[in-house]
Each structure stands twice: as structure tokens, then as C-alpha cells.
């Protein structure tokens, strides 16, 4: 199948559009336009810090209830199943097959006649997504003791592994509608819908954990999951159909004015195509694979190694999910510009993003590993979490945070190859080497420095998988200048350098836990903008006009 574009070219696997080798004359957005992603992206941040921290308190609540031994870590094996669904079917796989999709049809909607491409696409592609969702989700419930002994084949007790894994398999549905509902609703440019979906997600898990936790120990907790993923389907439903009712009243006022068959108009709109679908899937995988690596690795190791990694990897991973906040409400964006052939728009945002996503990162990343024993000790350090838990917990964090940028990098990066809508492979073999060398060179650490070992290889597999999509950028993706984005790269690499000196000096003066987290993350922050300005990074030219609005604000308040 192809991807028609708005004036009526497809997209095959051949290459870009010929269109996207050329200089559009036409600006790349209007003052209008900016404002709306502006607005997008602070409520999209909003929310996703909501989440964030709610899954801070879903994990806050897990190392309270149940600590960080053979439990949690059996809980954990069977928690790889939605940290991969979410990965594949909400944030990227399915995203990446689904919101050039649906751009591309909105992009037709003002050409078409009689039946509306989006309704069109809906019809015909979500009965077939929902039966696949479905089918994984049974394959999930009846293989789980094969996966567990896959995964995890050192655990102590795997039937607790098994019973988890299968109250958790139900996400592979409910994620499945979730990330089918956020896809179609951010093409609409609706980003409330989708930017809630966390906090109903850990709202569900530490409701049922709190409720259930007492009889049902850490199952309550795989419980959750399948509450939670529910929620996420619910919160964007009411949204979902309104943009359907609208489409089905498009399509009738059509039908009427202009008398044309929709099976016509269905036939062109062909947005779901296999080898796009089989690429995506296979990307995920690989990205995946390196938690499966880790636990596989750990689940080796002394009892509660799996559970370290786990808490050092949701804390250190915050910054890197805040960077791509940005990139996810202008995922849309930069597919539409594709569609529309406008190179030059898609070159000019993608490397807007990538700088701001590499400050983000960075300054989060320069916090993490200056104050990684005050934050795990303020966040977990209670009730079955004790100070050895901090100590080992902490030491995987700093490891972790060497690996932030390439973290964000790659998720950047790969929505630029895939906001064509058309199949390549490249990013796949980039995070098949990632993989391998994650793997390669963990089984080599992890008997010398155990679970910071396991860390180590994590951040330089995913680093390579990083430096291999940027290089490529210019030939096989949106064309980009390489050269300009590792030169402005580099500024906030060195800032975050400093910063981290400056941070370990601040927290270093405190002795109480909070003041001295507080104090350095405090430092980390003043230190890193003081040096991009000194830098003159670009990065900072977007902050320039909030600056300057608020500062007139405050003058007039005065």
C-alpha cells in the first residue's frame, strides 16, 4: 500500500518524496501556528509531569509495600510487559505508524469527495488493530510461564512471576485502543486527551495497590495495570468520538453536495502499510530489548538487583521524558510537513527539537548524578526500602545518567525517520548494533561490577544506537545539518559538565538529604544557564520572548 500526500503523490519505500529534496519558499510556520504548539506543548508538560509524578508515587508506594527483595523483582519481570506495550503501542511503534497516517488523511480531507479520509481510515483500520490486540493479549495470559523463563530464568519464585505476568497481559489491549485513540487525537491537534493517559494510568495502579495490597500482596500491584491501562482508554474516548461525529457529519453535507461514492475515496485513502507496520515493530523490539537484557542479566545477581536497576531507571529516565515532550506534540507537525512536501519546515523543527530536547536532558541528567543519593533517599527510603537499597539504587543512577542523552537522542531521531509514513529499516539495524552491544558488553560487566556493570552497557549501547541515526540523517531521513546540530550539541554537553561539578559542590555542603538535593539541584540549574548564555547556544532563543513577557508583566505589576 502507499501514503497519498495532500497534492496526490505517494510515498513508497524507494525514498523521501520528491518534493523533500527541494526549497520550499514558504516559511516554515506562522506566528499563529507557534503560539498553538506553544500552548500544546506547556499543557502536554503539565501533564506529563502529573504522571510522572504519580508514577513516581506508583513507585513510591511499591517500594513501601513491598520493598526491594524476591517479590518486587518477580513483579517486576511481568511489569517488562507494559513498559514494552507502552513503548510499542502508545509512545512509539504504533504513534509512528498511525499519526502519518491520519496527517496524511486530514491533509486529503479538504480534496476529497463524499466519504471523509479519517472516518475512512478509522473503518478500516481499527477493527483489524482491535482483533490484533486482542489476540496478543490471549497469547500473553496463555505463554506467560514461557516468558517468565525467558526473561527471568534466575528468579526464586516464578509462579509469582507467572501470575503477575498474566494480570499485566491484559495492557496489550487496552494500550493497543489507548495509543490508537492518542495518535488520531494528536493529528487532530487535541493533545489533552492523550497528555492525561499517565495519570489515569498510575492514578488506576496505586489505587488498587493501596486497596488490594494487604490480601493480594504484589499482585495488587500487576492488578493496577490492568485498572489503569482501562482508564487510559476512557479518558480519551469522549474526544475520539466527537472527532468521528464530526467526520460522519463532513462526510453526509459531501455526500449531498457533491454526489460521489465513498468506496472511491475509501480506495485512495490507503494510510496502513506492512512494511511500515513490520519496521515500527521491529524498532520497538529492539529498543525494548535492552530492559529484557538487563533483567535477564540481573535476575543472576543477589535478590533485589532487578528491583535496583528498576527504581535508578524510572528516576534517571524523568528528564529524558520530559525532553521528548516537546518532540511528541510536534511529532504531528513535522508529518504534515512531509505530507505537504515542505522540506524545509521539517529540516528547521526537527532541529529546533533536537536542541531543546539535548538541554532538557542534559541539565536532568547533570542533577541525577550530582544528588543521586539524596533523591533516591527522599523519594524511597522508607518503610521496606532501607539505606543498603539507597546506596546500591543510587550508584545504578549515576551509571544510568551517562546514557540520558543518547536516550533522548534516539527517541528524537527516530520520529524524524518515520514521519514520512513509509517503511525503512535503517533505524532497526541502528538499534539491532545498540542491542547487541548492549548485550555483548553487559555479559562482561555484570560479573565484574554487577548491576552498574548492567547500567554501563545500557548507556553505551543506546548512545551508539544515537551517534549511527544521527549520522545517517542527512541521506536517509528529513535532511538535516548534521554538523550544525553536534556544534550545538556540544554547548549543553559542556554546560552540563560544569554544572554537575557545581551541583556535587552544593549538595556536598548539607547534610540533611532534602536541603542538600535541594541545594544541588538548585546549583545545577543557575550553573547550566549561566554557561549556555556564556555558550551563546541557540537553544535558549525560544525561552527569549516568555523571558521578555513575563519580565514586562512583572514591571507592570510593579
Excluded at 497519498?4 to 516559511?27: V, Y
Excluded at 526491594?68 to 504513534?95: H, K, M, N, R, Y
Excluded at 490471549?138 to 517468565?148: E, N, Q, Y
Excluded at 468520538?241 to 463532513?250: F, G, P, S
Aim: proline fraction near 5%.
Amino acid at each position: 500500500m502507499t501514503i497519498p500526500t495532500a497534492d496526490g503523490d505517494t510515498r513508497t519505500a524507494a525514498g523521501l518524496p520528491a518534493q523533500l529534496r527541494a526549497e520550499p519558499a514558504a516559511p516554515e510556520s506562522s506566528g499563529a501556528s507557534n503560539s498553538r504548539l506553544a500552548r500544546a506543548a506547556l499543557l502536554t508538560a503539565v501533564l506529563s509531569a502529573a504522571g510522572s509524578i504519580l508514577g513516581l508515587g506508583r513507585d513510591q508506594s511499591l517500594a513501601h509495600l513491598f520493598g526491594a527483595g524476591s517479590e518486587t523483582d518477580a513483579f517486576l519481570v511481568a511489569w517488562t510487559v507494559p513498559e514494552f506495550a507502552s513503548t510499542l503501542l502508545i509512545e512509539d511503534g504504533l504513534a509512528f505508524v498511525l499519526v502519518p497516517a491520519f496527517s496524511a488523511a486530514i491533509a486529503r480531507r479538504a480534496q476529497a469527495r463524499g466519504t471523509d479520509p479519517v472516518r475512512s481510515l478509522v473503518s478500516s483500520s481499527l477493527p483489524r488493530f482491535g482483533l490484533a490486540f486482542l489476540a496478543a493479549t490471549v497469547l500473553l495470559i496463555a505463554g506467560a510461564p514461557f516468558l517468565v523463563h525467558v526473561l527471568a530464568p534466575g528468579l526464586p519464585d516464578p509462579q509469582l512471576a507467572v501470575d503477575c505476568t498474566r494480570l499485566t497481559a491484559t495492557c496489550a489491549l487496552t494500550f493497543g485502543l489507548a495509543g490508537y485513540c492518542s495518535a488520531a487525537l494528536r493529528a487532530h491537534g487535541c493533545y489533552l486527551p492523550p497528555a492525561a493517559i499517565y495519570v489515569a494510568y498510575n492514578i488506576g495502579i496505586i489505587a488498587t495497590m493501596l486497596v488490594c495490597g494487604t490480601r493480594f500482596g504484589v499482585r495488587s500491584a500487576a492488578m493496577g495495570v490492568a485498572v489503569g491501562g482501562c482508564l487510559m482508554v476512557a479518558v480519551q474516548l469522549p474526544a475520539f468520538q466527537r472527532r468521528l461525529d464530526t467526520a460522519k457529519a463532513t462526510e453526509k453535507l459531501g455526500d449531498e453536495a457533491r454526489g460521489e461514492p465513498g468506496d472511491e475515496v475509501a480506495a485512495k485513502v490507503r494510510a496502513m502499510h506492512l512494511g511500515l507496520i513490520a519496521a515500527v515493530l521491529a524498532f520497538a523490539l529492539c529498543k525494548q530489548s535492552q530492559v529484557f537484557i538487563e533483567r535477564f542479566l540481573a535476575s543472576s545477581l543477589a535478590a533485589g538487583s532487578i528491583s535496583h536497576l528498576n527504581y535508578a531507571q524510572k528516576v534517571a529516565q524523568l528528564p529524558m521524558s520530559f525532553s521528548l515532550m516537546l518532540c511528541t506534540v510536534t511529532f504531528p507537525v513535522v508529518a504534515q510537513a512531509v505530507a505537504r512536501g515542505d522540506a524545509a519546515a521539517a529540516r528547521a523543527r526537527i532541529e529546533r527539537d533536537l536542541g531543546l530536547a539535548a538541554c532538557v536532558v542534559l541539565v536532568g541528567a547533570a542533577a541525577i548524578f550530582a544528588c543521586a543519593p539524596q533523591i533516591i533517599h527522599v523519594l524511597f527510603q522508607r518503610g521496606a526500602f532501607t539505606a543498603a537499597d539507597t546506596a546500591a539504587t543510587a550508584s545504578v543512577m549515576r551509571v544510568y545518567a551517562l546514557g540520558l542523552l543518547g536516550h533522548s537522542m534516539v527517541g528524537a531521531l527516530v520520529r524524524s525517520y518515520f514521519s514520512a509514513g513509509r517503511p525503512t529499516w535503517y533505524p532497526v539495524g541502528a538499534m539491532a548494533v545498540g542491542m547487541a552491544a548492549t548485550a555483548g558488553v553487559g555479559a562482561r560487566t555484570a560479573d565484574l561490577w554487577g548491576v552498574r556493570g548492567i547500567a554501563g552497557a545500557n548507556a553505551f549501547g543506546i548512545t551508539l544506537t544515537a551517534v549511527l541515526l544521527l549520522a545517517a540523517m542527512d541521506r536517509r531521513s528529513v535532511p538535516v545539518d548534521v554538523s550544525k546540530v553536534l556544534a550545538e550539541m556540544a554547548k549543553p554537553l559542556l554546560a552540563a559538565a560544569g554544572a554537575t561539578v557545581a551541583g556535587l559542590m552544593a549538595a556536598a555542603s548539607f547534610t540533611s538529604p532534602f536541603a542538600a538535593g535541594g541545594a544541588g539541584c538548585l546549583a545545577v540549574a543557575a550553573v547550566f544557564v549561566v554557561l549556555l548564555w556564556a555558550l551563546r547556544a541557540e537553544s535558549l532563543a525560544p525561552l527569549v520572548p516568555v523571558v521578555r513577557s513575563a519580565t514586562r508583566k512583572l514591571r507592570h505589576a510593579r
